[in-house]
């Protein structure tokens, strides 16, 4: 039989504000265990939460940028549980009345454009950490993490394969940091997902018993972790055993996941109005001002690129899927970088890089780029060169002149020594030689490169490609 | 001696701060024996202060009508580094990393903290006989309450031990035992008083208040502790500058309404002929009383216990036993750890609350307690202002009875409960109210009259009380008392 995945994603995301969302301490990631707290984030008894205004705003960007509606009116709620790493024992988030409802966000997957339904964007409070101590006696709580704002963000099972649930967290998380709503780290935990899924026969209606697998913190484990559910529960089914609707959890080390719990033991949260704070109430000219101010979208820039730039579709497209390969790039072009040449490095060396160290952003800035673009186009290093020098400078981030420098890689224009190895290649490649001088052209590009390779890249092709044509006229 | 005369005093340098304060610590030393209204008490400091406080006096710097004054609160209000237990062994060793916005305001207004008040535990009770730690008694019959839960506040007021107490007030907690104990207590709006510090009962009814020998009292330290907090987004922006403003204007174009159903059935006969002798006194005074129908009144009870248990039962979460508090020695598990930690930690009173607010919360029951009693909440609202377009002031009782005998009740806390009737309402309503001495019964136990106000409008039912006072023989009260 053949099977359809039905995806629905919660996404977790950290908001860049500089306080928490109910106390003024920071949000600072690390820090000494339990030095960012204080009493109201800590719960203790009489403390009160006031609702950091900024959060409410970095929401309503969100919502705004994920094309929801903003809710006039919206309220805080309690989620009772109990759990060590919840000081207050209530989790304050949203229930009923979410701040961002009914947007929508359209991915490209295979080329294809699809519209993924965003049910609700809701505020909440994080949790603390707990942390198994070193002597094994027990467990450890860090509340620095208590209290930092976070928004949830909901989507329609409108997804149908783990492909197009990366897709959707990318872009999702794309629009998040162009807003500047959160840098999105996920290696820090500032985005995180929730992966629902189930299966059905292709053309049934209804949805199957769906799956959950929270906190999956990187696109390579919400892609592994999708297709592995996917095939364990089209075999569970193809045995003839039921789905069973519960939490897994997701062990990215060892490609599996287990199963935690079920829901039908899963907490009774009781939802109830926060009466701490008071109801959220927007108007219209609050809600305008802020889409006014938003700032540019990935789409914008897409535009620019284009138009502007002269880039291709391609080329903009893929510059902007993330905000700092976006802003990286911009600033080598504002540095005074060819558009076409500075996206190719970018696209080329630089994501290769980025990939091989699975960094989220370049460790070094957009002027820099420019730099070594100038030094390819004044001649002073080759173009493969320039690949080296880039790599180094994504280690060592230093300039790319210094590294030139340093490493003694700029073009060698000395004729006599280029003179000497093109006589050394000619007398080691007779073969070669002699299929040039039978009229075979092209022989010659072997030879360049034996050149090119003797002068570790250095030599200037230009002076290497008229030496060696002399010598080898000679010889006719 | 009241707070006003008492300033007057310390401004002439009649009387010195040390003096004054040593006088209430010799006070306490005599009485509390007997009464039990303290938890704690902070002698040390409350001396120290008292000799900086008489260097403002003697500066003639930043002297308000407070500095100097010795004055106690309840202990569900955070005093950094000092116990506050709730009057529970949940927090018996509980010492907040903070003051309370209140014990800050008290602070700067140079009043004199003598200590820390006996309460019904987590505030949950009439009679402060949930206390876990002593029974508060009622400084007029030493069998008796002193109701609750401020009864800690209310008996240390009466017998003089604290020139003026904060109490808290969620169902009638301020004014329930202030009747009972024959001295003035004010509940206000909700909102006028910081709640940050103040531990929480049920967060959208708890409100803190004074407790005062007279009218003019609680007024002043309405004005000493009202106010916008930025650590309470639910306190009033409202900045009234003087409570006491109304207090000698002409009343005669004051309207009163009197609920019938207050007056019906469970009340008293002994309280019903004081309260109409007050509507009498009134009266005499040219005011215009009115019966009126309160005809949600019967279902205000049902609402408070339903909304204030679920709130109840999350704020009272965090006792979990890990954090601070108690902690049980007796658990090989988390859950364990839990569940042992409260069952050892919490009194009986506090477990039933939880226990009602958990299931009153729990999926299958939201719609049928909770939102109904929030829809009931708006209906009583609306009563409320319905009469309040006419009258400027509710009169009428502020409990069924007098003070009743020490665990005469505590087996029953439904009839309990029922003793919160004219009370819980203006909690419902976020109303003003202020309960007034009134008269005595054939015990010669005190009487409470209760005004309600308006929101916001603490000025008139301020004046409508001093007006009551100075006709009545009720004035200085406690000097009756043992
Ligand atoms: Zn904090």
Redesign the pocket.
Known sequence: MEYEVVIGLEIHVELATET?I????TTAFGGEVNT???????GMPGTLPVMNEKVVEYAIRAGIALNCEIAHFSKMDRKNYFYPDLPKAYQVSQFDLPLCKNGYVDIEVDGKIKRIGITRIHMEEDAGKLIHDQWGTGSLIDYNR??VPLIEIVSEPDIRSAEEAKAYVEKVRSIIQYIGASDCKMQEGSLRADVNLSVRPIGQEKFGTRTEMKNLNSFKSILRAAEHEQRRQISEIEHGNIIVQETRRWDDTKGKSYSMRSKEEAHDYRYFPEPDLVPIELTDEQISKIRKELPELPEDRVNKYINDYQLPEYDAKLLTVSKNISDFFEQAVTSGANPKKASNYIMGDLMKLMNQYDDEAIPFDGDKLAKLISLVEAGTISQNIASKVLSMMYETRKDPAAIVKEENLAVVNDESALSEMIENIIAQHTKSVNDYLGGNTKAIGFLIGQVMQKSKGKGNPQMISRLLEEKLNKLK | MTIEQLHGKLISKEIKVEELVHQYYEKIEAKDKDISAYISLCKDNAMKNAVLIQERINQNKDITPLTGIPMAIKDNMCTKDSKTTCGSKMLENFEPPYNATVVEKLESSGSILLGKLNMDEFAMGGSTENSAFKKTKNPYDLSRVPGGSSGGSAACVAADMAVFTLGSDTGGSIRQPASFCGVVGLKPTYGTISRYGLVAFASSLDQIGPITKTVTDAGLVLNATAGKDKYDSTSSERNIADYNEYLKKDIKNIKLAVPRQYLASGISAEVKDSILNAINEYEKMGIVCEYVDLKLADYAIAAYYIISSAEASSNLARYDGIKYGYHSENYTNLIELYKNSRSEGFGAEVKRRIMLGTYALSSGYYDAYYKKALQVRTLIKNEFDKIFETYDGIIGPTAPTTAYKIGEKSEDPLEMYLGDVYTVSVNIAGLPAISIPCGFDSHHLPVGLQIIGKAFDERKILQIAYAYEQQSSFQGLIKEAK
């Not at chain 1, 960012?36 to 800590?42: A, E, L, S, V």
């Open positions: 928490k109910f106390c003024d301490c960012h707290c204080c009493p109201i984030c800590t208590c209290g």
